[in-house]
């Protein structure tokens, strides 16, 4: 099986564009998590999608939304950017959203650079 | 409020030496996670623990869930274990999301 795809692999923008990135998750999995990565702040939760829908959602500003569409492919857009948006964005897939016992599996990431 | 913490943050190790990377959380979890981070950025699941002990090759898994603290032991430590190593966690009062530790960056020298 195919692990989980993300493009582009790096990117780089200018303060004040817009960024739309890309997660194919393993096959079968309905459930993707997206996730920044900092030195300064480390591993951070974005938002879930499960079967189309967010499912929860992390701390950061309204400048940031993800869909998922029905072949469980999704996307994470970020509007505005900001240097601080510079990071590493993981995306994670599972089966299913209902088992919290459940494995996630990474992506490489996008590596993005807000200049 | 829902925290981990990790320990140490830097640890450098000869080949062959035992080590020891520790997580402590700070209310009810659900399950916790070891992750592994290779220079350029992959991660992989190691582990999920909800209770006791597991373990894969040289790698060992603990957790103590009435400590609110989980230990992952490598054995045997050899260069190519040289990565970062991630506590995440999901706590019982939050959804699926995870709550990540700080990691713990390890090089081993041959």
């Known amino acids: 099986k195919a692990g989980v795809t993300q493009t582009p692999r790096y990117l780089i923008k200018t303060r004040g564009q817009q960024v739309t990135l890309s997660c194919s998750p393993i096959?079968?999995?309905?459930?993707v998590s997206w996730y920044q990565q900092t030195p300064g702040q480390g591993l951070q939760f974005l938002f879930e999608y499960f079967s189309e829908t967010q499912r929860n959602k992390g701390n950061f500003p309204g400048r940031f939304s993800g869909r998922q569409f029905s072949n469980s492919r999704s996307e994470m857009n970020v509007s505005t950017l900001e240097l601080g948006d510079s990071a590493l964005y993981l995306c994670a897939s599972s089966l299913t959203s209902g088992s919290r016992q459940e494995t996630q599996y990474f992506g490489p990431g996008t590596r993005l650079l807000v200049l | 409020k829902n925290e981990v913490e990790q320990s140490p943050q830097n640890l450098t190790a000869q080949e062959g030496e035992f080590i020891t990377i520790n997580c402590s959380y700070s209310?009810?979890?659900?399950?916790l996670h070891w992750l592994q981070q290779h220079p350029g950025g992959g991660i992989v699941s190691l582990f999920m623990?909800?209770?006791g002990k597991k373990k894969h090759g040289r790698l060992i898994a603990t957790i103590n869930i009435q400590e609110k603290h989980s230990s992952l032991h490598i054995t045997a430590s050899h260069p190519r274990d040289s990565a970062v190593y991630i506590c995440?966690?999901?706590?019982?009062?939050?959804?699926?999301?995870?709550?990540f530790g700080t990691g713990t960056s390890l090089t081993v020298i041959p």
């Open positions: 995440a966690v999901r706590f019982t009062n939050t959804g699926n999301q995870f709550y």
């Open positions: 209310v009810g979890i659900s399950a």
């Open positions: 623990l909800s209770s």
């Open positions: 096959s079968g999995h309905r459930s």
